[in-house]
């Protein structure tokens, strides 16, 4: 799914991604009326199976172009004309892998976006391989300290020692970067060639195979430039890369002391107003007793002690980091009251009630529930009989409520789901993403879902806002990397000394939430406050303050004289000339 204005007539329209039919874009007539408009737009790709997609202007000509991130193919990007209508290119791209998710960033400064696909499996080598083929004394052979995998199981599978015994793990895809040479061609990136290094900062020996469902630019470190975050599943390790200066180096192992085990979604978002950036991972863990003792039969639930200074702990939850502002995160989803959602995909921070501080929405559910204990016993021993490329489809299904979590301000948050009208029936959803699609200043809500038609979900919320939709300098059109603080809105109903909302940092991104990409509109809270000033830092460094009025929505543009837009606020040009 994505969501972006594809014609310029300033309403934010909808393409979503299908496994076995065409891909439809629906243009947002207003008046939440749409119009499917696939045909004469050419962005159906019929023959492709596609997972993910996200609308940016990969050329810089100022119309956003479609990228969809293709299962079993290769990926796709499809210019638009600047009207709606899209034309596919040979981009550059390789490979024909499990793409998920893509992200998009100006890794490297030079006014372009680059573009990095998280990609899980086309085909497990679990569905190629029957249990006695796979077995490690079949696939392998024991050669000093180590193992020589034969073909074609060394395509799949590496082994570890684990005391005693022996450990297959199965190999996914590999994830993949690519540089745009600033007209939408794109060149891939060599992973061992020394733009990932790890914490020692040495460039990375191997092309990392993990299991990535998410991957999400987002300056997690404060320092101006796009660091990257892949959620990877299966047990294998999440990847932190921070950028100094186009190169991507392995966070510490001190940076993160605990990380979820397999990965499903993350997001960004300061939670406490203190200005740095903390973060979500979001995993399986159930918070329901009864299920959670099903899950407990797999040792799902389980955690491993940290052991040595420099080694993660992996845990079979949800993680919250909170920013310590020193280059480490604290890990507080117990305290916080995040540590469980369910089988949790997407994960978006989103300020629902507008009072200053990023909600936490959760989409939830699977087709099956291979945690389910007792389905695992039955098949152990064998009460349930069935052939093993049978065995997943006799899991129970898993249809699961979508969660809402209000942020209270203090690293607290609490389950709003009911009250806001979010999770109001169970069903298997996946991908999230925001967008005002009614121009009314705050963010509405789609989610995606399995063999069943999108959630459309809009946002009354009643309280005083203004929406910011920043634009870039040269090619990166829609500002992707640009930071915005605004600072001066204020809450009557609140004490006297706790009267003023916090800053409220934002930053543009492009795509980079699970099979989805928003549109890059911001939007901030504004209490009482009639008016406010907004703080916008390009990626270039350089920044202009802004004063803007409660209810209404303004475009911001770089400053005009190449300067760092010193002095006084100014005041912001209104989109469209009105309230929001």
């Excluded at 397999?262 to 960004?268: E, L």
């Excluded at 806002?465 to 640009?482: I, M, S």
């Amino acid at each position: 799914m994505a969501l972006g204005d594809v014609d310029g007539d300033g309403w934010v329209d909808l393409y979503l991604c299908m496994l076995d039919q065409p891909n439809v874009l629906y243009r947002n007539l207003g008046g939440w009326r749409f119009e499917d408009v696939t045909e004469r737009s050419g962005a159906g790709l019929g023959d492709r199976l596609s997972r993910g997609a996200v609308l940016a202007d990969a050329d810089g000509d100022g119309d956003l172009d479609l990228f969809v991130a293709v299962h079993g193919g290769t990926n796709a990007l499809l210019l638009n004309d600047g009207s709606g209508v899209f034309e596919e290119v040979d981009a550059g791209f390789e490979g024909e892998w499990g793409s998920s998710t893509l992200a998009l960033a100006d890794i490297e400064g030079d006014g372009d976006l680059d573009a990095y696909f998280a990609n899980y499996k086309t085909v497990q080598g679990d569905d190629l391989f029957s249990p006695a083929e796979r077995r490690p004394r079949e696939i392998a052979e024991a050669v000093g300290d180590g193992f020589v995998i034969h073909p074609p199981f060394d395509e799949h599978y590496r082994l570890e020692r684990e005391g005693e015994g022996v450990l297959r793990l199965e190999l996914a895809d590999p994830d993949e970067l690519y540089l745009n040479d600033g007209s939408g061609g794109f060149a891939p990136v060599d992973l061992t060639g020394g733009v990932f290094r790890d914490a020692d900062g040495e460039p990375i020996a191997e092309v990392p195979r993990d299991w990535g469902l998410v991957a999400r630019f987002f300056d997690a470190d404060d320092d101006g430039d796009a660091d990257l975050f892949v959620a990877n599943d299966l047990g294998s390790r999440d990847g932190f890369w921070l950028n100094e200066g186009g190169l991507f180096t392995a966070a510490s192992g001190l940076a993160l002391r605990t990380e979820s085990t397999s990965s499903m979604g993350v997001d960004f978002s300061d939670i406490d107003g203190d200005g740095d950036t903390d973060f979500v991972t979001t995993e399986m863990l159930s918070p329901d007793p009864v299920r959670r003792r099903e899950q407990l039969a797999l040792g799902a639930a389980g955690w491993t002690p940290p052991g040595g200074h420099a080694t993660r702990a992996s845990a079979d939850r949800n993680t919250l980091q909170l920013n310590r502002g020193d280059g480490t995160w604290a890990e507080t989803a117990r305290a916080a009251g995040l540590d469980a959602s369910e089988w949790t995909w997407g994960a978006m921070f989103l300020d629902v009630e507008l009072d200053g501080y990023e909600d936490l929405l959760i989409t939830n559910g699977h087709a099956w529930d291979p945690l389910d204990g007792d389905t695992q016993e039955a098949l152990r021993t064998r009460r349930i009989q069935v052939d093993w490329r049978e065995e997943l489809g006799v899991f129970p299904p898993l249809p699961l409520r979508n969660l809402a979590f209000r942020n209270l301000g203090d690293g607290a948050f609490v389950d709003m789901t009911r009250s806001w009208g979010y999770g109001t029936e169970p069903d298997v959803s996946h991908g999230i993403a925001a967008a005002d699609f009614d121009r009314d200043g705050d963010r509405d809500v789609v989610i995606t879902r399995l063999d069943a038609p999108p959630l459309v979900l809009r946002n009354d919320a009643g309280r005083a806002r203004v929406a910011l939709r920043v634009l870039g300098e040269g090619r990166n059109t829609q500002a992707v990397g640009a930071r915005v603080v605004l600072a001066g809105a204020t809450a009557a109903e609140r004490p006297p000394a706790e009267r003023a909302l916090p800053d409220q940092a934002r930053q543009v991104t492009s795509g980079g939430m699970y099979l989805s990409g928003s549109d890059p509109g911001l939007t901030f809270a504004m209490g009482d406050a009639e008016a406010a000033e907004a703080t916008i830092t390009w990626p270039s460094g350089r920044s202009r303050t802004v004063r803007v009025l409660a209810n209404h929505a303004y475009e911001v543009e770089p400053p005009a004289d190449g300067g760092a837009g010193e002095g006084g606020p100014e005041s912001a040009a209104g989109q469209g000339g009105g309230a929001a």
